[in-house]
């Protein structure tokens, strides 16, 4: 009963599955013959009926009764016992839902449901911002460079405007370690994983502490992928399929990026605006608080920075700091959507290793990309050609694949 309690709780907020192409009503996870987990997308008090959608994409009709019993869980919570009591009428659009009920043969509806366990929309989003805002302040980001099997220590270097810098990342048995699958686009989608699973040029995003020389990172969580970074001309863009096409910059290839719901999309500000950022003390990107604003990982507010090789140098762990972190800057970019993006636009695109190498499904998009190109591009020696466009993605570029919870 305990497992199934566990369950319920952890299903609600973070219930694993595929990209919502990649399913069908029939093969989809959050349907059981005992009851269905989604979203909620209308509500009738009146008719005693509801719709949610499945995170792969699947509609239930649950139909309810005077004896169905209304429970609000908290995020996190694993115990009904903590549930509170409510009202057809304190479920609303957007809430996480378990409708319980036994499930039709055609996994369409819910006839009777039984109960509605509810996760309410707002204190789910009041849940991820506290969480994204530890990653922040306790997490780092980078490239999997080294990999250590005897004493399971992970190497990774992230990049600033200052330059790389190396970090060692050591894992145990207590560290919760997760793993994104291919074609999967979002933070909770990461499966449980090993060490024996990464490899060098994953990315990885741990959250954790680091030590005062910033050499090295202990590690409470920590998150991992194969991803492909790519740079592309935009050819053209259809909104009503979710698809743009691009040239791809490096290899001159086509590419068709495929836009879901979950897809984060930023726009990347102009060089003109760019001198603001780089000190490092003016607004962040998008009307954000000033870089030098908050402390950095484990360093207490008003230290002195420690150096190219401290906490406080160039690539820091925390989301500010004495350097200048591209990552994080890209994280703090304002978002825009596909309907933002045109034909002749340069964009950057990360999404894990797929099936098919000629559709990218994307996690990350940034457009407007030519200036952040023109700072990662190496610079061409005296006599030789200039540089790849894309020359600055390789392993010492930037790292956006993983995001955020």
């Known amino acids: 009963m305990r497992a199934l309690l566990f369950a319920v709780a952890l299903g609600l907020t973070f219930l694993a599955s595929t990209s919502v192409s990649a399913q069908t009503p029939a093969g989809d996870s959050a349907i059981t013959a005992t009851g269905a987990i989604g979203e909620v997308k209308t509500v009738d008090a009146t008719a005693k009926q509801m719709t949610i959608k499945t995170d792969a994409g699947s509609e239930i009709t649950v139909s309810l009764t005077d004896k169905t019993a209304y429970k609000r869980l908290a995020p996190g919570e694993q115990s009904l016992a903590n549930a509170a009591t409510i009202a057809i009428t304190d479920?609303?659009?957007?809430?996480?839902?378990?409708?319980?009920?036994r499930v039709s043969d055609d996994?369409?509806?819910?006839?009777?449901?039984?109960?509605?366990?509810?996760m309410t929309k707002a204190d789910i989003t009041k849940?991820?911002?506290?969480?994204?805002?530890?990653?922040?302040?306790?997490?780092?980001?980078?490239?999997?460079?080294?990999?250590?099997?005897?004493?399971?220590?992970?190497?990774?270097?992230?990049?600033?405007?200052?330059?790389?810098?190396?970090?060692?990342?050591?894992?145990?048995?207590?560290?919760?370690?997760?793993?994104?699958?291919?074609?999967?686009i979002k933070f909770s989608d990461a499966k449980p994983a090993t060490f024996t699973e990464l490899k060098v040029g994953d990315q990885l995003r741990a959250l954790g502490d680091r030590s005062e020389d910033g050499l090295k990172f202990t590690p409470e969580k920590v998150v991992t992928g194969s991803f492909r970074t790519v740079a592309g001309t935009v050819t053209a863009v259809d909104a009503a399929t979710g698809e743009i096409k691009i040239k791809d910059l490096e290899k001159k290839t086509p590419l068709t990026i495929v836009i879901k719901q979950d897809a984060v999309l930023r726009k990347f500000p102009a060089a003109s605006e760019m001198g603001g950022m780089m000190m490092g003390g003016g607004r962040g990107p998008g009307g954000g608080p000033p870089q030098s604003a908050a402390p950095q990982g484990?360093?207490?507010?008003?230290?002195?920075?420690?150096?190219?090789?401290?906490?406080?140098?160039?690539?820091?762990?925390?989301?500010?700091?004495?350097?200048?972190?591209?990552?994080?800057?890209?994280?703090?970019?304002?978002?825009?959507?596909?309907?933002?993006?045109?034909?002749?636009?340069?964009?950057?695109?990360?999404?894990?290793?797929?099936?098919?190498?000629?559709?990218?499904?994307?996690?990350?998009?940034?457009?407007?990309?030519?200036?952040?190109?023109?700072?990662?591009?190496?610079?061409?020696?005296?006599?030789q050609a200039a540089p790849n466009p894309a020359g600055g993605l390789g392993a010492g570029g930037i790292s956006f694949g993983i995001g955020l919870p």
Do not use: C
């Open 107 to 118: 996994k369409k509806s819910v006839p009777s449901a039984s109960a509605i366990i509810v």
């Open 298 to 383: 484990g360093q207490a507010a008003g230290a002195k920075p420690a150096g190219p090789g401290g906490p406080g140098g160039p690539g820091g762990a925390g989301p500010r700091g004495g350097g200048f972190n591209i990552n994080d800057m890209l994280e703090r970019l304002p978002t825009i959507t596909i309907a933002d993006i045109k034909a002749g636009d340069t964009i950057i695109v990360s999404s894990t290793q797929g099936v098919d190498p000629s559709r990218l499904t994307a996690i990350s998009l940034v457009s407007g990309a030519d200036t952040l190109l023109a700072m990662l591009a190496p610079r061409p020696q005296g006599g």
């Open 91 to 101: 479920v609303a659009q957007g809430d996480r839902v378990w409708a319980r009920g």
């Open 127 to 184: 849940k991820q911002e506290a969480e994204r805002a530890e990653w922040r302040r306790r997490g780092i980001l980078g490239v999997v460079t080294a990999l250590k099997a005897d004493t399971h220590e992970i190497t990774i270097t992230h990049r600033a405007m200052g330059g790389n810098q190396t970090v060692i990342i050591p894992v145990s048995d207590k560290t919760e370690m997760r793993r994104y699958a291919p074609d999967s």
